[in-house]
């Protein structure tokens, strides 16, 4: 069974730092694209940083030049350094990914969520 599990979130005042830590386990050969969303109270999910397999990235707008996602293959980790934060920023940030594994094909997975909260 494949999961996700992120770590990292919490409380932080404007201006300061989080960093997020996503884990894919499970029978997984291959982790394609991975990425972070994040979902704000009353809003859709919105896209926010993604990572290729190679290593291109892409960031929305409203973080770019503020927060860095990088992967670990080795270890099959993906994370969210998060810099000068601001109360817009406030979501449950979800981890996804694009994995191949040896039981069920390729598909996209979620993790479960974790709060990140920025006070003014």
């Known amino acids: 069974q494949v999961q996700l599990v992120e770590s990292g979130g919490g409380l932080a005042q404007a201006g300061e730092s989080l960093r997020l830590s996503c884990v894919a386990s499970g029978l997984i050969f291959r982790i394609n694209d991975m990425g972070w969303y994040r979902q704000a109270p009353g809003k859709q999910r919105e896209s926010v940083a993604v990572?290729?397999?190679?290593?291109?990235?892409n960031y929305a707008d409203s973080v770019k030049g503020r927060f860095t996602i990088s992967r670990d293959n080795a270890k099959n980790t993906v994370s969210l350094q998060m810099h000068s934060l601001k109360p817009e920023d406030t979501a449950v940030y979800y981890c996804?990914?694009?994995?191949?594994?040896?039981?069920?094909?390729?598909?996209?997975?979620w993790g479960q969520g974790t709060q990140v909260t920025v006070s003014s």
């Open positions: 990572i290729t397999s190679g290593g291109r990235t």
């Open positions: 996804n990914g694009d994995l191949s594994t040896y039981n069920s094909g390729r598909d996209r997975y």
